[in-house]
């Protein structure tokens, strides 16, 4: 595994925890920024960084490399992602564009089952092809940490083949990658009369086979009104941690029914959406360690969303992470340079708030804080350098894709600007 001393750093920012927590409130917006820097990379890990003129001329054993003034930062985790499916649903997205809700469409059995028919009938090779281009996209934006949810599948053997293509994408990567169970997406339409058989082949049989195999770190739920209520959504969370599967939740993306109550009460690692959540929910989850991921590609596609919502979860000092929500209903997006910018241009984040979002905090929220997502001495050296040279270019120049080159665990991926 090759060595390398990087210099010619315009800009290396430095995004790390807090004492092993994520970042919240004041700190959400601070990060170390150094000028003209360096980095060592050696076996795959970070070796050491800082200031050129603190460095002692490394050994022959580093291959020199010029960064050529560019912008160095830890490369994006993406903390949410639906990236296992097949088909695609562009005429359902067009009618939601002129008018048509969201959750009529899934009530009327299509969305989210029209996904779930496709991915049933797609086969093992299939979804795991799709994926892994899918996963060479997300790189080339500059991600390498993620979070993969299943969620597509519904019956037991459907969701259990989504999570081992999952387990065969990480096999076939370097790539750190987190899988969620997503327990409870849509209700079936062959259960539409009998919600309560469904709920009890979820807690008695899929939940029970996901933990025997070992197929996930995370377990989440749709929890929302006419999707799965809050008595369901608790029954199915418990149910998984008491099998080492952790709390997590899609909560208040179009109704706040009592998702976030109920994300304190089953300590989730992170409560995902969050565009509804009332002042009072903000106020439940402060102190935890529980991570808000918001996913403003998502209600950029929402009429009905809230600008302020992402700024009033840093007012009331809870960590904020971002994601793509990359899936095939609300968000074809997956690059979290965009989601940066919506979140600064939109949405009203800082730069070095969306920064360590994007980095530090969606590290926490995907369970991968201890190894990537960070500029920190023995962390895996996943970085990107970028075709600008400070932080402030990021939502100046936006829309376009900015990666110069991918480090993924010390290899140098390379991608033409
Ligand atoms: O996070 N809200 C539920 N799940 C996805 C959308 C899934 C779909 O429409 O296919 C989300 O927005
Ligand atoms: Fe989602």
């Given at each position: 595994m090759a060595s390398y001393f990087l210099y010619n750093i315009a800009n290396l920012v430095v995004a790390q925890s807090d004492n092993n927590k994520p970042l919240r409130g004041k700190r959400q917006g601070e990060i170390e920024v150094i000028p003209d820097a360096y980095i060592l990379i050696k076996g795959g890990l970070i070796e050491a960084f800082g200031r050129k003129e603190t460095l002692v001329t490394p050994s022959r054993e580093y291959t020199p490399m010029d960064m050529q003034q560019s912008l160095v930062m830890p490369a994006f985790v993406d903390p949410h992602t639906h990236l296992v499916f097949a088909g695609s649903r562009e005429k359902e997205f067009a009618m939601r564009l002129h008018g048509d809700s969201y959750l009529e469409i899934l009530s009327k059995g299509y969305g989210i089952h029209q996904t779930v028919q496709q991915t049933e009938s797609a086969s093992f090779d299939e979804l795991l092809h799709l994926a892994q281009n899918r996963l060479i996209d997300l790189e080339r934006y500059g991600t390498v940490g993620i979070e993969i949810k299943s969620g597509y599948g519904l019956k037991p053997a459907v969701e259990l083949k989504q999570l081992r293509v999952i387990r065969e994408l990480k096999k076939r990567t370097n790539h750190p990658i987190a899988t969620t169970?997503?327990?409870?997406?849509a209700l079936p339409m062959e259960f539409k009369n009998k919600r309560e058989d469904y709920i009890q082949q979820v807690l008695e049989e899929t939940i029970p086979e996901v933990a025997r195999e070992g197929l996930a770190d995370f377990i989440d739920v749709f929890c929302e009104k006419n999707v799965f209520s809050i008595d369901e959504c608790e029954r199915i969370l418990l149910k998984g941690a008491s099998l080492g599967l952790r709390p997590k939740l899609h909560s208040d993306e179009f109704f706040s029914i009592g998702g976030i109550p109920l994300a304190t009460r089953v300590e989730a690692v992170s409560v995902d959406h969050m565009i509804t959540a009332t002042d009072e929910d903000l106020q439940l989850l402060q102190g935890s360690d529980t991570v808000a991921v918001v996913l403003p590609g998502t209600s950029f596609n929402i009429p009905h969303a809230r600008l302020d919502y992402a700024r009033k979860i840093i007012e009331a000092d809870i960590p904020l992470a971002i994601g793509t929500d990359f899936n095939p209903g609300t968000c074809m997006c997956y690059s979290q340079q965009i989601m940066m910018e919506l979140s600064i241009l939109l949405y009203g984040l800082t730069i070095k708030e969306a920064i360590n979002a994007v980095t530090v905090n969606s590290s926490f929220a995907a369970g991968l804080q201890e190894s990537t997502g960070m500029m920190k001495e023995g962390y895996r050296a996943d970085f990107v350098s970028m075709n600008i040279r400070d932080v402030d270019e990021i939502p100046y120049i936006w829309g376009i894709n900015k990666i110069q080159r991918i480090f993924l665990s010390g290899d140098k991926v390379e991608f033409e600007a």
């Amino acid at each position: 595994m090759a060595s390398y001393f990087l210099y010619n750093i315009a800009n290396l920012v430095v995004a790390q925890s807090d004492n092993n927590k994520p970042l919240r409130g004041k700190r959400q917006g601070e990060i170390e920024v150094i000028p003209d820097a360096y980095i060592l990379i050696k076996g795959g890990l970070i070796e050491a960084f800082g200031r050129k003129e603190t460095l002692v001329t490394p050994s022959r054993e580093y291959t020199p490399m010029d960064m050529q003034q560019s912008l160095v930062m830890p490369a994006f985790v993406d903390p949410h992602t639906h990236l296992v499916f097949a088909g695609s649903r562009e005429k359902e997205f067009a009618m939601r564009l002129h008018g048509d809700s969201y959750l009529e469409i899934l009530s009327k059995g299509y969305g989210i089952h029209q996904t779930v028919q496709q991915t049933e009938s797609a086969s093992f090779d299939e979804l795991l092809h799709l994926a892994q281009n899918r996963l060479i996209d997300l790189e080339r934006y500059g991600t390498v940490g993620i979070e993969i949810k299943s969620g597509y599948g519904l019956k037991p053997a459907v969701e259990l083949k989504q999570l081992r293509v999952i387990r065969e994408l990480k096999k076939r990567t370097n790539h750190p990658i987190a899988t969620t169970f997503l327990a409870a997406h849509a209700l079936p339409m062959e259960f539409k009369n009998k919600r309560e058989d469904y709920i009890q082949q979820v807690l008695e049989e899929t939940i029970p086979e996901v933990a025997r195999e070992g197929l996930a770190d995370f377990i989440d739920v749709f929890c929302e009104k006419n999707v799965f209520s809050i008595d369901e959504c608790e029954r199915i969370l418990l149910k998984g941690a008491s099998l080492g599967l952790r709390p997590k939740l899609h909560s208040d993306e179009f109704f706040s029914i009592g998702g976030i109550p109920l994300a304190t009460r089953v300590e989730a690692v992170s409560v995902d959406h969050m565009i509804t959540a009332t002042d009072e929910d903000l106020q439940l989850l402060q102190g935890s360690d529980t991570v808000a991921v918001v996913l403003p590609g998502t209600s950029f596609n929402i009429p009905h969303a809230r600008l302020d919502y992402a700024r009033k979860i840093i007012e009331a000092d809870i960590p904020l992470a971002i994601g793509t929500d990359f899936n095939p209903g609300t968000c074809m997006c997956y690059s979290q340079q965009i989601m940066m910018e919506l979140s600064i241009l939109l949405y009203g984040l800082t730069i070095k708030e969306a920064i360590n979002a994007v980095t530090v905090n969606s590290s926490f929220a995907a369970g991968l804080q201890e190894s990537t997502g960070m500029m920190k001495e023995g962390y895996r050296a996943d970085f990107v350098s970028m075709n600008i040279r400070d932080v402030d270019e990021i939502p100046y120049i936006w829309g376009i894709n900015k990666i110069q080159r991918i480090f993924l665990s010390g290899d140098k991926v390379e991608f033409e600007a």
